[in-house]
């Protein structure tokens, strides 16, 4: 059926009636509160929304994202810092600044400057590489290993920090009887960079402290094995006593607004009925949002039967087609999105949201400065800011009086309320408030160490252990790769390491950009020259990418970025979606999909 145009009123109050219909029948678990990629202007508000209408079944696409990383540095106790005015050597794993971080580029360039050494490993020869004194190319998925390696000679040769180590290290013994097998040579065979430029690399990194150790937000975690890969990383780099204890010095507390989720108190009482609570038990005990990546099976078995979804994107989601069966046939979906995109038109109603240069707020903290956002536009059409439909969708709930009676400033004077300020003064500074911080340090409150069950940094997780995993951050082969499938790579040799980025993309978004589309009109592949002389492929020709699960048509671009054997393809390209024509494979510990080291075969249109 055609869309029908209604207005808001209509809208909402079907929307509340849809809600409190399956609340009332099934239970308010069965409604699904989903927030896609505008984060902190819908996330902390829908969440509210989800959890205040007795639903903890709230999810976002940091189910692919930046969470599976934060819960590996978690289960180690900790990550190391970043670039640093003190470092003195920095490892860039799987990031490509030049292209998706312009601003950290020019930092690793003023490093290099001072004499920083750089030590990059990536599957390309990126822009960012030429800045490296050291490039490990790497098969896409061995990044464990890889890191096992290196820690390997850090601990042989005794580069590593022994006061962190010997003092704030649980498992140390058994991290270094099992790195042994990860020999030079060994590693040279599974990662295919040579065993001197694996010594090399942990030598520099390690003899050069302080490190510190750069990455990207999901790259390394995108891989059947990747939340144990990133903890093996993260592992290597503490070795060198990267990792700050918490607790040991003074600290200056941060700057910091009322969280209006809530989550900490509302989320408990709820946990037990978490969708994904079986699937998934070490993300949901770390992690305040569900694991969406099996929202398909949760849908068929009736754990979720309605949505309300701000900003989705069902493509995202390796075999997507199941993404879309599932939204389809919710028993009620609403939506809210800038266009009428393809997820949209899954949903029975749609909401016109206001962008960030038409809506209010939210708060936002940079350092410490604190901003309120303000409209410098008038909403195009009906759109509306998220909290202020989100506000007026409580109050049809019933929850009025937990969101301020839908009163926008007033929500947002909650919020200020412990740093004494008012949004109505805020706003009259749209260069933000600087709130200096006290004179005085304040002493870290309790006992030293890190979040771990045994206050040290865990090279041996407990938790993991309890759960049934490895507490070692332990090396798998890809299960769709070349090594654990041989009969597989027969007819798919090639690596296809999907979602590279590209300068002029941000993810699906800006291809109606005609500008932009100037610049790269067409999906591409990049493959490198050996392999495209292999197959007769030309530059610019159109060429199929075949995995098990089908294949895509793009164009070829020949380049010594790929490394020989493995192909990219960045996402997002609606007339290309690599999601179709990847499988649903799942890292056991945090859910995430395998994008970036499945098997594919690359010929002739």
Known sequence: AAWQRISWDEALDTVAEKLAGVRRKYGAEKVLFYAGDPKDAVRPNLQRLALKFGSPNYGTESSVCHRATVLATSLNGAGSPGLTPSTKAVIIWAHNPAWSMAREMDELVEARERGVKIIDVDPRMAPTTKLADIHLQLRPGTDGALALGMSRVIINEKLYDEEFVLGWTEGFREFSDYVQQFTPENVE?????????????????????????????????????????????????????????????????????????????????????????????????????????????????????????????????????????????????????????????????????????????????????????????????????????????????????????????????????????????????????????????????????????????????????????????????????????????????????????????????HRNNPRLRELQPDPKVDIHPVDARDRGIKQGEEVVIETPAGGITVKANITNLARPGVVHLFHGWPQADVNTILPRTLDPISGFPAFKSQLCQVRKA
């Open 189 to 509: 065979k599974i990662t295919g960079v040579p065993a001197g430029k694996v010594v090399a690399a942990a030598r520099m990194f390690a003899s050069n402290k302080p490190t510190g150790w750069i990455t990207s937000a999901a790259t390394t975690v995108h891989h059947w094995n990747g939340c144990q890969n990133h903890r093996a990383i993260s592992a290597m780099t503490a070795l060198t006593g990267a990792v700050p204890v918490p607790g040991l010095g003074p600290s200056i507390p941060s700057l910091s607004v009322r969280d209006i989720t809530e989550w900490r108190t509302l989320l408990p009482p709820l946990r037990d009925k978490r969708a994904d609570l079986k699937d998934f038990p070490v993300w949901e005990r770390f992690v305040e949002e569900i694991q969406i990546n099996r929202m398909p099976e949760y849908v068929k078995e009736g754990a979720l039967r309605a949505g309300l979804f701000a900003g989705c994107n069902y493509r995202m989601w390796p075999q997507n087609h199941l993404f879309a069966k599932a939204i389809s046939e919710m028993e009620f979906t609403a939506g809210a999105d800038f266009w009428l995109t393809p997820t949209m038109e899954l949903m029975d109603i749609v909401l016109p949201a206001a962008t960030s240069l038409e809506r209010l707020g939210p708060i936002q903290v940079a350092g410490r400065t604190i901003f309120l956002p303000q409209p410098v536009v008038a909403p195009v059409g009906e759109a509306r800011g998220d909290m202020e439909w989100m506000w007026d969708l409580a109050k049809r709930l019933g929850m009025g009086a937990d969101f301020w009676n839908g009163d926008v400033m007033a929500t947002l004077d909650w919020q200020l309320e412990p740093l004494g300020i008012k949004a109505i003064d805020l706003m009259k500074e749209p260069k933000g408030r600087m709130i200096p911080p006290s004179d005085a340090k304040e002493p870290a409150p309790g006992k030293p160490g890190f979040k771990t069950p045994s206050g040290k940094f865990e090279l041996k997780s407990s938790i993991l252990e309890a759960a049934g995993f490895d507490g070692l951050p332990t090396y798998k082969e890809p299960p769709e790769g070349p090594v654990a499938a041989p009969r597989m790579a027969e007819k798919f040799p090639l690596i296809f390491n999907s979602g590279s980025r590209e300068p002029m993309y941000t993810h699906s978004r």
